[in-house]
């Protein structure tokens, strides 16, 4: 079993920047997809963006491209989300998660382990 512990939320102001780290441990995560997610009051669990693992691979919603970036270090068993420019609707409280294996998945249910949670709130 998989555990994940997400830091480094916190208030920012519109423009500014945050990194929020996922510290993985117990079993192995190498062939896995990560992924992060985020979740407004009143809103759905919406994907942020994924990495695998071993490939490397790394995919955005189109809402945070060019703004956020995933990366991983291997060493630390450490999934990271770079956030620049970042704007009041980012708002939300953000979540790593890690899929069984390898998805492509942008939705919440194909992923089966879940931190939990570290707010991000972006003032105007």
């Known amino acids: 079993q998989v555990q994940l512990v997400e830091s480094g939320g916190g208030l920012v102001q519109a423009g500014g920047s945050l990194t929020l780290s996922c510290a993985a441990s117990?079993?192995?995560?190498?062939?896995?997809?990560m992924g992060w997610f985020r979740q407004a009051p009143g809103k759905e669990r919406e994907f942020v963006a994924r990495?695998?693992?071993?490939?490397?691979?790394?995919y955005y919603a189109e809402s945070v491209k060019g703004r956020f970036t995933i990366s991983k270090d291997n060493a630390k068993n450490t999934v990271y989300l770079q956030m620049n420019s970042l704007k009041p609707e980012d708002t939300a409280l953000y979540y790593c998660?890690?899929?069984?294996?390898?998805?492509?998945?942008?939705?919440?249910?194909?992923?089966?382990?879940w931190g939990q949670g570290t707010q991000v709130t972006v003032s105007s």
């Open positions: 117990g079993r192995t995560i190498s062939g896995n997809t």
């Open positions: 990495i695998g693992w071993g490939t490397g691979t790394r």
């Open positions: 998660t890690a899929a069984k294996g390898f998805t492509t998945s942008t939705i919440p249910s194909d992923y089966n382990t």
